[in-house]
């Protein structure tokens, strides 16, 4: 079956330290995306991209970091200097800007906590 | 600054008790409205993408329709499972970007 994993499900992490969020799609999708959610907020877009070695910061990008060395792949990178890293983050994918297909599907999420 | 704003926050209904959410939004450009739905602690699932207004979609008990302004989600007959968080989001611009509401979060109650 065509999906998008994230893992893990659940992250805790102490203060200071950098952490890693995986996700993975084997829908042949071009674009890939990360957003936060927070409770009582939509969904705040960090990075995108759009193809493989490229990508841009979206609305919240300060104290994170991501790759896109395989279009299958896009890892994001939650840094120490990410002053309320404790949130829901959501990876998803489309087929990207070229030839339509603008919906996003989403993966499972990841839940961090930070202590 | 494109906006997106549903509304109500959040609905309980009786089993079968028809209703509609709101999504109202403001965009320099509309590419695309889109709703969702999310379970609690779930990534959303998508549900429906409409274009331009005057388009309608269905998919069970639901139909959306959209306006210049906004867009409806019906839900007819409603059932206990249709109790979720239902998200409305725009695409404007160029990469696909999305601009999500804050959700409805609907209990269909028996």
């Known amino acids: 079956d065509g999906g998008i994993t994230q893992s893990p499900k659940y992250l805790f992490r102490k203060e200071g330290q950098n952490v890693t969020l995986s996700c993975e799609q084997n829908l042949n999708h071009d674009a890939m995306y990360w957003y936060r959610q927070d409770p009582g907020q939509g969904l705040r877009l960090i990075y995108y991209s759009q193809i493989v070695n490229d990508f841009q910061k979206g609305d919240i990008a300060e104290g994170y970091s991501v790759s896109r060395e395989k279009k299958e792949s896009f890892p994001l990178t939650v840094t120490s200097a990410q002053k309320n890293p404790t949130a829901f983050y959501l990876c998803a994918s489309s087929q990207g800007a070229i030839g339509g297909g603008y919906e996003q599907y989403f993966g499972p999420g990841t839940r961090l906590t930070v202590t | 600054e494109d906006q997106v704003t549903q509304s109500p926050e959040a609905l309980r209904l009786q089993e079968g008790e028809s209703s509609s959410l709101n999504c109202s939004y403001t965009v320099s450009g509309l590419r695309g409205l889109f709703w969702y739905r999310q379970d609690p602690g779930k990534g959303p699932e998508f549900l429906f993408t409409l274009y331009s207004a005057g388009e309608e979609k269905e998919k069970e008990r639901l139909k959306a329709t959209l306006t210049k302004k906004e867009s409806f989600l019906h839900i007819t007959a409603p059932k206990p499972e249709d109790s979720a968080t239902y998200l409305c989001?725009?695409?404007?611009?160029?990469?696909?970007?999305?601009?999500f509401g804050t959700g409805t979060q609907l209990k269909v109650e028996l």
């Open positions: 989001a725009v695409g404007t611009g160029g990469g696909n970007k999305l601009t």
